[in-house]
């Protein structure tokens, strides 16, 4: 199985506590009866799949028998996976209406077996369809135009012949699966439950226990003195850790590697962006023409700077908003924005999003329990996409609503344009999607605003956002790029090492030297902090999204001739072309600097806007 709920992008807002709202209409909680009525027609669906895979495990001796078996095969194979989506989809999302409910828990659990299962059961494919070689298969496929479906994924599967063991050697590797998490493991033990954080006053009285979630909301506090006592608490007890995370990261850096070396590859990065096919000048580019644009984030920071009223800027202050709102944003005013928002991408687009706003897609409230944060799940083919939000009536909850529509369109259109072999799609296209739609958000909230300051807080908002999402996410790529380039020629890394390297490259990003953004020593235990790293060469995707997204919302809010087609075409296509080709044929080359120049431009326009706002007579 090529790669579990691929589809259930979870994008992790790590939040404080957040308030109980009140009751919400019918509409506001999503309905998992659309997948399951009840858990027994769960419990019967998942013994109806461990029958299925039962009769896979026959496909291993006589899968090229005939064309017809070889489509038989296929077809359940297929199956498993749809079916296994569904069950899995079910089980993570009852559990995260209700995190402490112990049914919830169990049935997660029995997800991840049976995900377990169908990996095993499924690991015989690859090998298989290489043994058989591609004039047979070419043969088989031609025989029944209906196997033609099978295309692309057979053509990936071929092509990783020169990296794919035999039969044994893969399911070997699947079997050990399920036993190689210790690393993340062990770190989301200790950075979710077992941490003992410190406990700080602020200036006004208050106690709080700076945990994660504190950390989020109080490092953007207005007391200045504040937030360098919540930076000083946070980072210090990461710090305390600074040997465990060490030996925690170093050994996942060691498993990239060494399952690198078992499938001949020359380093992890070679790898890690071979499974979707994407050229090693995708990231070499990113990180290069970020490095380069510096002097654009070091603006911003000065700009920042300026807005605050600081002489001299430090981390600390990276996370104050520098336009302050007491504006509101409800669950219905916001969808309402939101579709107004998506008009220039067609009728047909805003009819099927407000179709899904109103019949139980989405979970929209927080409530004691509930999980945290935001993700949409769109693996289940012939159902549709499910929104998690944790809606706070903000505008930082209006633009999720908008980014998880984004991927919830995404899913919405590749099932309904591609047989289910194809619909799956990767992150390296899944988050071009949601970041177009804040794109056409920010867009038009701009047109709607009442006021320069509304415009002042959209465009903070939009700045922040280009900061995380570009710049940060490039910083995080040139660190993964040279922590597992050092493992992958046999060094050793300790917590402190690592915490070195990311130091350089976290005070050259922030122009430290240049004294653009003060960054004590301290603070560059952050690399421990980061979850995505266990997750290897995976965050640099969202710099190229939004800079690929940048230039197709361009050209939809010009009214460029074939722009919003291009684009659109890129959703319904899922997972039936490899992404950087299909990228590159709607318009954007993202192995060029081109998009990466263009977001940086992007990013200029908006402190030219900034500051001739500010430069009008009060």
């Given amino acids: ?37 009840t858990q027994v027609d769960w419990d019967k669906d998942a013994a109806a799949l461990e029958q299925q895979l039962k009769d896979l495990a026959s496909c291993s001796a006589d899968l090229a028998a005939s064309a017809n078996r070889f489509k038989t095969c296929l077809d359940l194979n297929a199956d498993v996976l749809k079916r296994y989506y569904r069950l899995s989809a079910y089980a993570s999302q009852f559990h995260d209406e209700d995190t402490g409910l112990a049914a919830g828990m169990d049935l997660k659990q029995r997800a991840v077996v049976l995900g377990n299962r169908v990996d095993e059961a499924t690991a015989f494919l690859s090998p298989e369809i290489l043994k058989i070689g591609r004039s047979r298969v070419d043969v088989l496929v031609g025989a029944d135009k ?9 053509d990936d599967i071929l092509r990783m012949a020169p990296h794919t063991l035999d039969q044994k050697g893969e399911e070997l590797i699947a079997s050990f699966s399920s036993a190689t998490g210790a690393a993340n493991a062990v770190y989301a033990a200790l950075s979710d439950a077992d941490m003992p954080w410190s406990k700080v006053s602020l200036s006004d009285g208050t106690e709080i226990v700076l945990d994660q979630s504190a950390y989020t909301k109080y490092r953007a506090l207005e007391n200045r003195t504040d937030r360098k006592l919540v930076f000083d608490a946070f980072w210090g007890k990461w710090k305390e850790f600074e040997r465990t995370f060490g030996v925690t990261f170093y050994e996942q850096l060691k498993k990239d590697a060494a399952l690198a070396k078992i499938r001949r590859y020359p380093d992890s990065l070679t790898q890690a962006l ?14 290069s023409q970020a490095e380069l644009n510096l002097p654009t984030l070091h603006r911003y920071f000065r700009l920042r700077a300026k807005m605050l009223g600081l002489s001299e800027m430090r981390y ?39 179709k899904g706003t109103q019949s139980g897609w989405m979970d929209v409230y927080p409530r004691p329990k509930k999980r945290s944060g935001a993700y949409m799940n769109g693996s289940v083919y012939d159902v549709h996409p499910y929104l998690l939000l944790n809606h706070n009536d903000d505008f930082e909850s209006l633009s999720t609503l908008a980014h998880e529509w984004g991927h919830a369109m995404h ?19 899944a988050e071009i999607a949601s970041t177009t739609n804040e794109l056409l958000l920010l867009d038009h909230m701009l047109k709607i605003a009442h006021s320069d300051s509304e415009k002042m807080l959209y465009l903070d908002s939009a700045l922040e956002n280009l900061r995380g999402t570009f710049f940060r996410q490039a910083m995080f790529a040139a660190f993964e790029r040279e922590v597992h380039a050092r493992v992958d020629k046999g060094e050793s890394l300790t917590g402190e090492a690592l915490t070195t390297i990311y130091g350089d490259i976290l005070k050259r990003y922030h122009g430290d030297k240049e004294g653009v953004v003060r960054i004590d020593d ?5 690399w421990a902090y980061i979850p995505h790293f266990y997750n290897r060469f995976y965050v640099f995707q969202y710099a190229t999204s939004i800079s690929a997204a940048s230039m197709f919302a361009d050209g939809i809010l010009k009214g460029t001739p074939g722009a919003r087609e291009r684009y659109l075409n890129i959703l319904r296509a899922g997972g039936s072309r490899y992404p950087y080709q299909l990228v590159k044929e709607a318009g954007v080359d993202l192995a060029s600097p081109a998009p990466y120049q263009a977001i940086v431009a992007r990013m200029n326009l908006i402190m030219d806007q900034i500051e001739a706002i500010q430069a009008k007579p009060k």
């Fill in 411 to 429: 899913s919405y259109l590749s099932t309904r344009s591609q047989p289910f072999i194809n619909a799956e799609y990767p992150t390296f296209t």
């Fill in 146 to 154: 209906a196997t033609a479906v099978y295309t692309h994924w057979l």
């Fill in 1 to 37: 199985m090529k790669k579990i709920l691929s589809f259930a992008l979870w994008v992790l807002l790590t939040t404080s506590s957040l308030p109980v709202m009140a009751a919400p209409a019918a509409h506001d909680r999503w309905n998992l009866k659309d997948l399951y009525a």
């Fill in 274 to 287: 071979d499974g979707d096919n994407l050229p090693r000048a995708v990231y070499d580019t990113l990180v």
């Fill in 316 to 354: 600390y202050d990276i996370y104050p908003p520098m336009v302050a709102s007491d504006l509101k944003y409800p669950i219905g005013p916001s969808t309402e924005r939101m579709l107004e928002a998506v008009k220039p991408l067609g009728e047909d687009y805003v009819r099927a999003m407000h």
């Fill in 522 to 526: 301290l603070y560059a235990i952050e």
